[in-house]
């Protein structure tokens, strides 16, 4: 039989899952939440976003200083002062959003193609700095030009990055259009990493096609939370794509269902309980996991 | 896209016990978005044929007699299943009949010559298939069409959560004909997640408006909440909070939305919570009719975020207006 290949679970509950509308995790919370994540052998925790705020940063840092395995990394935009917030706590992976479509350009922005390169190369430098590994996310890479794409990942490769995140952050992917920007992407012979969204329901199968043309790394939430109609799945994206890879997770973990109302009874949230205005009484604190 | 595609609902066969009232409303609003039929049981048949038109309703039937049975009713299309046709269906004479061949036969059918032979000359349905894209998913599209013709439809399963995707590539690898479901209930692809898709990237016109109504009905007909981030049907699928996010949408919606909320009858909602940053925070402000000094917006957008971890949760516009009124009257955190 041949062997699988190994797909890298970098999951994101901690950052884009808690942006769903109307969560808000406290530092215990996620610092329960990552110790199963750990445990369970996840490759990656996006931690948080350290420029939020001091209890976010200290909530990340508290994660660095108890995990064992999961390299932690922070979320940056493309600012300095992201940057150096990051810095501060030196985590394993300093991950920075470059706005990569024409319209998040000039709509978000307000800049220039010129302007984001020349931005993306100042803060790679100001991350590389502090020692941390530094990754890039291609934001809304769905309605982006490939050209531009692989323009900016050659600079980044030779500023010393190693791999680059394909982030369908409108969820308008569909399996055929995210297979054929992961194979040209992964011409540049950088590490290519996917992020997609459910707005059309087609977040797992996008992961699994992008895996299957090369993507080494998928991001996923658990439950799927997220902005809007969520992330990819991490229970379904494991389900779905099983047959055909591996994904470094500890066979102690495999029930995974257990591990799913795990993480929702620490984070307090479930199937049911998605009013924006009141939260499961499951917390973690109700649950004895502090 | 230039091509008509037939799209078939099969909600009404997962509603067994829905009121006729009820079901009438629901497929009603259903076959208003654009989509082609609805699939139900013969019974359901019996009191539908009245209220709505028998050329969007296909009957399911599993016996020459209940086929004779809708076609005295006035069916116009009829759905069976492989073992049935055999079975004394195929010698009767109904002139729109489509076979649907489970998962697990569809290889013998694609291998076998004989078998193939038996349904040679009917429309045919593949049904049940959950995964299609472990291997080349164009290549078995492209030879179930060169089989069974380009009039086949598809039911695909959701049990390895990828019903919709394989619906979707279905219809780009040249398929007019797909079945799905509200929500994919009876696991089984999204018919408002594949509507939403086609709309967004191919640019087709189906009616997504009246999604708050079909989702009520469906709730009340099922008993059974339709989940709040639900893609496509979900009531809060446009709450936003995080403070990019927030910023994007207030300087183009465009930046973060994949459809319009309007496109299905939902409307955007900013949410002010432990993500939220000064600009929401204003735009709240001013919704709220509250004229704060900005010399005290850090302050508040602090005990805010406070609150919220504290609460775990977002915060109501009464709260929000007390935590200015403390901070503002006596430069103190409210307790809350």
């Known amino acids: ?290 | 896209m230039n091509r008509d595609i037939y799209l078939t609902d099969k909600t009404a066969l997962e509603l067994r016990g829905a009121s006729p009232e009820g079901l009438v409303q629901f497929l009603d609003l259903v076959l208003g978005t654009g989509i082609t039929e609805a699939e139900v049981h013969p019974f359901q048949l019996k009191f539908l044929k009245d209220r709505l038109s028998v050329e969007k309703l296909a009957v399911w039937v599993e016996t020459p007699a209940e086929a004779a049975a809708c076609r005295r009713m006035g069916a116009a299309r009829f759905v069976t299943n492989a073992e049935s046709y055999l079975n004394g269906i195929d010698k009767m004479e109904i002139p729109d009949l489509t076979v649907e061949i489970r998962a697990n036969s569809v290889h013998t059918f694609l291998t076998d010559t004989r078998r193939a032979e038996q349904i040679r000359d009917v429309k045919i349905r593949i049904a049940g298939i959950p995964d299609v894209f472990s291997d080349d998913y164009k290549d078995f599209f492209s030879r179930v069409f060169e089989l069974f013709g380009d009039e086949t439809s598809a039911d695909f399963s959701n049990r390895l959560f990828c019903a919709t995707a394989a619906a979707f590539e279905w219809i780009h690898s040249g398929g007019v004909r797909i079945c799905a479901s509200f929500t994919g209930v009876g696991h089984r692809a999204c018919a408002e997640e594949l509507l939403a898709a086609l709309n967004v990237i191919d640019k087709t016109g189906f009616s997504l408006l009246n999604m708050p109504e079909i989702r009520n009905v469906y709730e009340k007909l099922t008993d059974q909440k339709v989940e709040d981030f639900k893609p496509v049907a979900g009531r809060n699928i446009f709450a936003f909070e995080s403070g990019i996010h927030a910023d994007g949408i207030f300087k183009n919606p465009i930046n973060y939305e994949p459809f319009m909320p309007e496109s299905v009858g939902n409307r955007r909602r900013l949410v002010i919570g432990k993500h939220s940053g000064r600009q929401a925070l204003n735009v709240k402000l001013s919704e709220l009719r509250l004229a704060v000094d900005k010399r005290h917006i850090d302050e508040i957008n602090d005990e805010v975020r406070r609150f919220a971890i504290r609460m775990r949760r977002a915060l109501r516009d009464d709260e929000i207006k007390a935590i200015c009124e403390n901070v503002i009257s006596q430069g103190g955190a409210y307790e809350g």
Request: proline share 1%; glycine share 8%.
């Open chain 1, 1 to 290: 039989m041949k062997d699988k290949r190994l797909i890298k679970i970098v999951d994101t509950t901690l950052r884009d899952g808690e942006q769903r509308a109307g969560l808000a995790f406290s530092g215990s919370e996620k610092l329960a939440c990552a110790m199963v994540m750990d445990r369970m052998g996840i490759y990656q925790i996006e931690a948080g976003i350290p420029a939020m705020c001091r209890e976010e940063k200290d909530a990340i840092y508290e994660i660095m200083g108890h995990r064992k395995n999961a390299k932690i990394s922070t979320w940056n935009r493309m600012i300095e002062s992201d940057i150096e917030s990051s810095l501060d706590i030196c985590p394993d992976i300093i991950h920075i959003g470059v706005p990569v479509s024409d319209i998040q350009i000039k709509e978000k922005l307000h800049k220039t193609r010129d302007y984001v390169e020349e931005q993306m190369k100042k803060c790679i430098l100001k991350a590389l700095s502090g020692g941390s590994e530094v990754t890039l996310g291609f934001e809304d890479s769905s309605r982006a030009d490939m050209a531009f794409m692989q323009q900016l990942a050659h600079q980044a490769a030779s500023l010393g990055i190693k791999r680059i995140r394909y982030a369908d952050t409108l969820g308008i992917c569909s399996p055929s259009k995210i297979g054929a920007d992961i194979s040209e992407l992964v011409r540049t012979d950088l590490e290519i990493e996917c992020h997609t969204h459910d707005d059309l329901g087609m977040a797992v199968a996008n992961s699994i096609v992008a895996a299957k043309n090369g993507a080494e790394f998928i991001d996923t939430t658990f439950l799927g939370i997220g902005e809007r109609a969520g992330n990819c799945n991490f229970i379904k994206f494991i389900t779905g794509a099983k047959d055909l890879f591996e994904f470094g997770i500890m066979s102690d973990f495999i029930n995974l269902a257990e591990i799913d109302n795990e993480i929702c009874g620490i984070l307090g949230i479930g199937r049911k309980k998605s009013d924006l205005y009141e939260r499961g009484a499951d917390c973690a604190e109700n649950r004895g996991y502090l």
